[in-house]
């Protein structure tokens, strides 16, 4: 799933689209990679995508359908091992698990940091979950709550970090780092939940590590479709390497998630798309120029 889930097309996404859009195109992946819960025998979600919430697990639901994971409402009381739930229905269990989260915890910091960066449980006040502008010198990495795998956007974020205290790269400035301290404390009590492909794209461009995808237009279909692997930012930038195009090619087709280079009719049209709501010519030429070379190799 993570392989064809959080990929650099979903993320540019998110950015251009509406989530209206989003929401519909996430839908629509999902029910045609997993199908809908009620096949399985699970209650049937709420209709939009972002209200139902997903379980990034694919044993969960063939689970349900053998049997072995029985789906129940939320709890109404608990009374010794008995518990009732708020359809009427009760049981008796020997213990009951909450799969809940993490709280934010950093016992190491001092009480004067912790009222700086304003910590809680929940949030600490950051720059793009990285820099204060009062913290010169101190960086975080993984402050956040992210669904999709983390190593992949960890190096990243710890790539940008390096090349900025070392002077690699500019540092953000004051008033870059206050605004972005400001944006995210007006979003304080929303549900702040990112995406690997999301973060991978954020902390990749801050470190000038994001593939220059004209580059290599024989790649588009997995630059664009395939997974974010590390190899995929080492093809740009600083401390790109000389084989990484080839080493990312065949990551991809290791993976598996990528039968071939030709793009797909349903791709096609998702990338045209994409290009005419950024309006970006040097997009809109890269997409030209992928596209047609697609059409024709699948007319033949």
Known sequence: MDHVAFTRFSALSKEW???????????????????????????????????AGITMSQFFLPLVAEGRIFIKPWIESVDGK????????????????????????????????????DMDARHIDLYNFTFHPELQGLAFVGMYEQVGPYYPVLELQARWIAYTMSGAIASPSKEELEAGVAAYRARRGAPQIVFTDT??????????????????????????????????????????????????????????????????PMQIGQLQALAGARGDEAFSRYVAAVCPRAQATAGN
């Open 199 to 264: 973060m991978a794209t954020l902390f990749a461009r801050a470190a000038g590590v994001e593939p220059e995808l004209e580059r290599w237009p024989e790649l588009a279909r997995s630059l664009m479709f395939g997974p974010l692997t590390p190899m995929s930012f080492r093809m740009s930038g600083r401390d790109s390497l000389p084989d990484a195009p080839r080493r990312f090619a065949a990551e991809v087709q290791a993976f598996g998630c990528i039968p071939s280079n030709q793009l797909v």
């Open 17 to 51: 689209f509406s989530m209206a859009a989003v929401g519909a195109g996430f839908k629509q992946f999902v029910l045609t990679v997993a199908g809908s819960p009620e096949q399985f025998g699970a209650p049937k979600p709420a209709d939009d995508v972002f209200e």
């Open 82 to 117: 008995t518990v009732r739930f708020m359809d009427g229905s009760a049981e008796d269990f020997d213990g009951i698990v909450f799969g809940t989260g993490y709280h934010l915890d950093l016992p190491f910091l001092s009480d004067d940091l912790r009222r700086t960066l």
